[in-house]
């Protein structure tokens, strides 16, 4: 019962923070200000790892890559603590593999997020100060569905197309995780 509570706590805390870094690494690629409460929680929460690694880790074509690095360590080592939690010692490249894979799992988790509180604010309050975050974060990903998805009457479907589109995406990414470890 102990391990169960210490693997939950490790999983937690280790996913919080790699949500973190992965919401700062995705605004920065986007371009999404930070000047608005989620930006600026998300620099708090970072900036204390981030600065003193990028003095180590250059960007790579615009991207942030000392934080995407980071969060993908964060996610390895988050991992290994959970195996050794129950007695478990995975072999090093699975473990980086896997990582990697929930990285990718963790940003579709994010943007569909964000299209479903994009589009519930748009009912309920439109001009809410989030709302340009929200817009700067999902706008790349709607703008190519849009082309293909007329509106229906005033009703935009996009959302929900690219909703349906990230749920495939994941059942391939849930797919790939097993196999990264190797039990596939």
């Known amino acids: 019962m102990l391990a169960q509570i210490a693997v ?20 920065q690629w986007l371009r999404v200000p930070f000047h608005n409460p989620v930006g600026e929680f998300v620099l708090l929460c970072t900036n204390w790892i981030v600065r003193p690694a990028r003095r180590f880790i250059p960007g790579l074509a615009g991207l942030d890559l000392p934080t995407l690095l980071l969060a993908w360590l964060v996610q390895a080592l988050g991992t290994w603590l959970q195996f050794a939690l129950v007695g478990g010692q995975p072999a090093v490249v699975p473990l980086l593999l ?9 940003s579709l988790y994010m943007l569909g997020f964000a299209v479903v509180v994009q589009a519930v604010l748009s009912w309920v309050n439109p001009y809410t100060p989030v709302a340009p975050l ?22 935009d479907l996009s959302p929900l ?23 596939g």
């Open 8 to 27: 939950f706590l490790v999983d937690t805390a280790a996913t919080f923070f790699v949500f973190v870094l992965l919401a700062r690494f995705h605004f």
């Open 161 to 183: 197309v690219l909703l349906v589109l990230i749920q495939v995406a994941l059942i391939v990414v849930n797919g790939l995780r097993p196999a990264a470890a190797g039990l």
């Open 98 to 106: 896997v990582a990697a894979v929930d990285l990718l799992r963790y």
């Open 134 to 155: 929200l817009h700067a974060v999902t706008r790349p990903f709607l703008a190519p569905v849009r082309r293909f998805v007329p509106l229906v009457g005033s009703f």
